[in-house]
Structure formats: C-alpha cells, structure tokens
C-alpha cells in the first residue's frame, strides 16, 4: 500500500536519488554537476516550475505566490547561464512558504546564508551576477533541464549524488519499485559484509574464465 503523495514524496527522499532513478528503470536524471549548496540534505516533493526570461528573476519572485508546502522549486531560463535567479532573500520565502527544495538550472549567490537554512539548495553555478527584472516568464509550465522534462506536480528528489524527476502518476509504482530495491541491496549489503564478493556472486569470474565476454 502507497500512502498519501506527501508520504510518497518522503519516502523517495529518504530512498535518495540513485535509489529512486535506478528503481524506475533509469529514467527522469535530471543530468548536470550539480552543486549542493546545501550538502548532506534529501529533499522530494512535488515541483513548482519557473521558466524565466534570459538573465531575469521576475519569475522567481511570481513563484513565491504559487509555491505550495513540500513543494521542490525548480527554476531554469532561457540559454542557462551564470546568472543568479536566487538568494538568500527569494530562498527565505521559499522555505517560509514550507518548500522542501529548490534547485537552479542557472546560478544562486548568497550562498553561506543558504547554506545555514534548512532547505536543500542545488544549483548549477554561484555566481553574485545580479538578474533582471523586465520578462515575465513562466510558473508552473513544463520545463526542460538536465535532459529531462519536467511537469508541474511530478516528484523531483534531491540529493549529494545531483537531481532525478518521477511523472506524478508514476510515484506509486516507483515507490513499490523502491521499497523492493532497497530489501534487494540490504540482502547484498549483509552478503559483502560477510565477505562474499560480487566478482563471484554475479557469476562475473565465471564468464571471464570461459571467455565468454570479450573485452
Ligand atoms: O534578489 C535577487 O535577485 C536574488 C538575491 O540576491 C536574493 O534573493 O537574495
Ligand atoms: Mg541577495
């Protein structure tokens, strides 16, 4: 039995990113290097998008009237380039409005303060560049980052190993997938901390004494 989203969304939190990519068939990375501003922290949650206009915030600052509890933030622009959309200031209404995360498809600046606040913060740049005020952009539009589209409302996880996206009417199973993952690696987990190795369990060391894999 799955829970409620927000349960949902809490599990695949504590699960983690790689975890939950893994579990639903290698599917929704959100594929860039990015920089935990905030690290150690696990966020998951539904996500409110922002598209903004090249070089501008305005967006952002619509945002914050949308922003629902539990909610991922997930801001990108135009050309994404080191820019800050977000500081210390726009993260303050953020986290007051109960959001679990954000993460930035451009810079962030102010970053020793976000680093003290309890949200998870991940950004592709810091950078103190200052952003515009002047296009309107977009809230909660279907985004494109690291690859992957991203809707209104599917779960985004957040973690020290980067970000990876699940459609919302596939949380359920994906939770299920994760749930059977995660007693899948703990069985393994016990297996190596007994010394068995992987080499031999998979049948590896086999295959390569038959020559049956080429190089
Ligand atoms: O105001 C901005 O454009 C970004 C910023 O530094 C903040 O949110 O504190
Ligand atoms: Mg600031």
């Known amino acids: 039995m799955n829970g409620t989203p927000e349960r949902d969304a809490a599990e695949l939190g504590r699960a983690g ?16 290097a990015w920089d935990a501003v905030t690290p150690g922290r696990r966020a ?9 206009g090249p070089g501008d915030n305005r967006a952002v600052h619509e945002a914050m009237d949308a922003l629902r509890p539990g909610q991922i933030l997930v801001v990108t622009m135009a050309e994404p380039r080191p820019v800050a959309l977000l500081g210390d ?13 954000i993460l930035v498809d451009a ?22 560049r200052g952003a515009g005020k002047e296009h309107r952009g977009q809230v909660n539009v279907p985004v494109r980052v690291g690859g992957t589209t991203i809707e209104p409302g599917d779960t985004v996880v957040l973690d020290d190993d980067g ?16 749930r059977a ?3 899948k690696e703990a069985a393994l987990r016990a297996r190596w901390l007994n010394g068995e ?3 031999d ?10 020559g049956s894999v080429r190089a």
């Open 44 to 52: 998951a949650g539904p996500a409110c998008t922002v598209l903004c």
């Open 107 to 128: 810079a962030v600046r102010d970053t020793a303060e976000l680093a003290g606040m309890q949200i998870a913060v991940h950004t592709r740049w810091r950078s103190a």
């Open 163 to 178: 970000a990876t996206a699940v459609r919302a009417a596939d949380v359920p199973r994906v939770v299920e997938a994760v």
């Open 181 to 183: 993952r995660i007693t």
């Open 201 to 210: 369990a998979y049948g590896l060391r086999a295959q390569d004494t038959e």
């Open 197 to 199: 190795i992987s080499y």
């Open 89 to 101: 200031l726009l993260a303050t209404q953020a986290a007051v409005r109960g959001a679990a995360g």
């Open 17 to 32: 990113v790689a975890t939950v990519y893994e579990a639903y068939g290698r599917r929704g990375l959100i594929e860039h």
